[in-house]
């Protein structure tokens, strides 16, 4: 599709978008590629903590027409926002549990970024004969425990639930402050754009995220503390694929997510899991936008169904 002035203007990657019920109401659902029983591969894939299933447009762009892509709005987030609690990483993974259930869906390959590497890392580790491999980007190494706990839960709450209380004065503002976050600032496109728009929430004239501040903080807590969740990754069967954005969340050259010192002792210590450092990105366009991440993480997931395929065989 072409816009009157010879731009191309992206289609809409996903084909389906459907309600799947859950604990206190429904849980919105998108799809990409084909239904599951006509395709070679199923993909469930989790976002981050205060994302939503447009995380995965970009990636949808870019998988195999055979593949089928299920892509959620967890339970606090995007059009699944107005779910009530309880929230906290085991009701993710209930919830996710019945995508799978409501789709006829035995198992999948599990994808999920940030903490939705946490959340299917742990799926994995608690019913592992749903998952065909995981693929963790930019998360999901298991995380020691904190020294003071209070301070932690204080400091990592405080940062992510700040960015939740902001609000602007239109619509069109709130997306400027998106285009100038420096994470996108080189690589504003539409699907990043469709990201930003998604969330957002009007009143009158004021613009916020839609994201519930409640869920938000249970997640992270639970993140933060809990040991089951933080080491859940220690307990996944199945083949594992680990990608690492070189940048950060402000796509600084030198804070990404994952350390390289982190990264080295895990792999030392887990030498069957494939892990790439992908250079370029930081970690949000590791899966979002125009750049190389996308590519590579479909790449990791083709060699995940490749693995499933011969595994099969």
């Given at each position: 599709?072409q816009?009157?002035?010879?731009?191309?203007?992206?289609?809409?990657?996903?084909?389906?978008?459907?309600e799947v019920?859950?604990n206190?109401?429904?849980l919105?659902?998108?799809?990409?590629?084909?239904?599951?029983?006509?395709?070679?591969?199923?993909?469930?894939?989790?976002?981050?903590?205060?994302?939503?299933?447009?995380t995965w447009?970009?990636?949808?762009?870019?998988?195999g027409?055979?593949?089928?892509?299920?892509?959620?709005?967890?339970r606090?987030?995007?059009?699944?926002?107005?779910?009530?609690?309880?929230y906290?990483?085991?009701?993710?993974?209930?919830?996710?549990?019945?995508v799978?259930?409501?789709?006829?869906?035995?198992?999948?390959?599990?994808?999920?970024?940030?903490?939705?590497?946490?959340?299917?890392?742990?799926?994995?580790?608690e019913?592992?004969?749903?998952?065909?491999?995981?693929?963790?980007?930019?998360?999901?190494?298991p995380?020691?425990?904190v020294?003071?706990?209070?301070?932690?839960?204080?400091?990592?709450?405080?940062?992510?639930?700040?960015?939740?209380?902001?609000?602007?004065p239109?619509a069109?503002?709130y997306?400027?402050?998106?285009?100038a976050?420096?994470?996108?600032?080189?690589?504003?496109?539409?699907?990043?754009?469709?990201?930003?728009?998604?969330?957002?929430?009007?009143?009158?004239?004021?613009?916020?995220?839609?994201?519930?501040p409640?869920a938000?903080?249970?997640?992270?807590?639970?993140?933060?503390s809990?040991?089951?969740?933080?080491?859940?990754l220690?307990?996944v069967?199945?083949?594992?694929?680990?990608?690492?954005?070189?940048?950060?969340?402000?796509?600084e050259?030198?804070?990404?997510?994952?350390?390289a010192?982190?990264?080295?002792?895990f792999?030392?210590?887990?030498?069957?899991?494939q892990?790439?450092a992908?250079?370029?990105?930081?970690?949000?366009?590791?899966?979002?936008?125009?750049?190389?991440g996308?590519?590579?993480?479909?790449?990791?997931?083709?060699a995940?169904?490749?693995?499933?395929?011969?595994?099969?065989?």
């Amino acid at each position: 599709m072409q816009s009157n002035a010879g731009k191309a203007i992206l289609s809409d990657p996903f084909s389906d978008h459907f309600e799947v019920g859950v604990n206190g109401g429904t849980l919105q659902v998108a799809r990409a590629g084909p239904p599951p029983e006509a395709s070679a591969a199923v993909v469930l894939a989790a976002h981050g903590v205060t994302a939503s299933l447009m995380t995965w447009r970009s990636l949808a762009r870019v998988l195999g027409d055979d593949v089928c892509l299920l892509a959620p709005d967890l339970r606090g987030r995007g059009h699944s926002a107005e779910l009530p609690g309880p929230y906290g990483i085991a009701a993710h993974v209930t919830d996710l549990l019945g995508v799978l259930d409501a789709t006829g869906v035995s198992s999948a390959v599990l994808v999920g970024h940030s903490m939705g590497a946490y959340v299917l890392a742990r799926l994995a580790a608690e019913h592992p004969e749903r998952a065909r491999a995981l693929v963790a980007l930019d998360a999901g190494l298991p995380l020691p425990p904190v020294t003071d706990l209070e301070d932690t839960l204080e400091a990592a709450v405080a940062n992510v639930i700040m960015r939740l209380s902001i609000t602007f004065p239109s619509a069109a503002r709130y997306l400027e402050g998106w285009r100038a976050h420096p994470a996108f600032a080189d690589a504003w496109d539409e699907d990043i754009e469709a990201y930003a728009r998604y969330d957002l929430a009007l009143n009158g004239s004021v613009a916020r995220c839609v994201c519930n501040p409640a869920a938000v903080r249970a997640d992270t807590e639970e993140l933060v503390s809990d040991p089951v969740t933080r080491t859940a990754l220690e307990r996944v069967q199945c083949p594992v694929y680990l990608l690492r954005a070189e940048r950060g969340l402000f796509n600084e050259p030198d804070a990404a997510l994952i350390t390289a010192a982190d990264l080295r002792a895990f792999a030392a210590a887990h030498p069957s899991v494939q892990i790439e450092a992908v250079p370029g990105v930081n970690h949000y366009t590791l899966v979002m936008g125009a750049g190389p991440g996308p590519r590579r993480v479909a790449t990791a997931i083709e060699a995940a169904t490749g693995t499933i395929r011969r595994m099969a065989g």
